[in-house]
């Protein structure tokens, strides 16, 4: 029960792999808010945990706009109180080239995959209680990456020097950041992927589960990871480590 009496947010908490990690931290005691676009995909989940006999809350957002940001973490506070946990996973992914894409569409992609982790953290840590973490989705796209999805790939590696600089600016705080990688996950996301379906991106038989990427998390956000602190955890069965 890493997470009895703590409460944590999980942006994305609607769907794959964030659905995954509120799940796992309501079973493991935490008050959850699950926030997501998608309210009724949220609600899906806050009546999940509730049925099973946890405890979570459904909040829309958009992860990319300050005031529903602001907005989740005042309703988290008024519900739960103060925050232990935040999970910053919502993301989206555009498949244009550079010369092509609207730039509106750029950067609509960087504001909410990385203006979201930007705007929990300075949001969120003010109502963060000391021993608190918050856990960001990276993306192996950060490391190495296919053509025509720049925008993803490029906030997915800002991501993780936020996650760098930031770990140092929140140690006197007693908070931790860190960020997971995952590789291919079985969600939606993955399946929708024009560049799966083609083959361009090739996931070569290694695809995880959720629950794979949801017990990485769950490890970062809670004190089994104390001593670990503003780093990147690939979780991606070995994708990164061959030649394709
Ligand atoms: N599935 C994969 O293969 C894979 C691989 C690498 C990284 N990731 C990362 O994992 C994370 C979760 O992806 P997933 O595969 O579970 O996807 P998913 O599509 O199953 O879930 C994403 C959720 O985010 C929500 N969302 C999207 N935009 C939002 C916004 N602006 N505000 C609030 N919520 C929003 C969606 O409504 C959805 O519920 C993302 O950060 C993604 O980049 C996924």
Known sequence: MR???????????????GRATALQMAREGGR????????????????EIAAAGGAAIASQVDVGNS???????????????????????????????IVEIAEADFFHVIATNLGSVFLFTKYGVPHMRPGGAIVNVSSVHAHATTANV??????????????????IELAASKIRINAVAPGAVDTPMLRNNPNVKSGVEKVQGAIGKPEDLAAAICF????????????TLVVDGGRLDSLP
């Open 32 to 47: 959850v808010v699950v926030a997501d676009l998608q309210l009724a995909a949220a609600q899906a989940t806050a009546t």
């Open 3 to 17: 997470f009895a009496g703590k409460t944590c947010i999980v942006t994305g908490g609607g769907s794959g792999i």
């Open 150 to 167: 720049v925008p993803y790939a490029s906030s997915k590696g800002a991501i993780e020097a936020f996650t760098r600089g930031a770990a």
């Open 220 to 231: 970062l956000a809670s004190d089994d990871a104390a001593f670990v602190n503003g780093t």
């Open 67 to 97: 005031a529903q940001v602001q907005a989740t973490i005042a309703s988290a506070v008024a519900q739960y109180g103060a925050i232990d946990a935040i999970v910053n996973d919502a993301a989206m992914m555009t498949f244009h080239p």
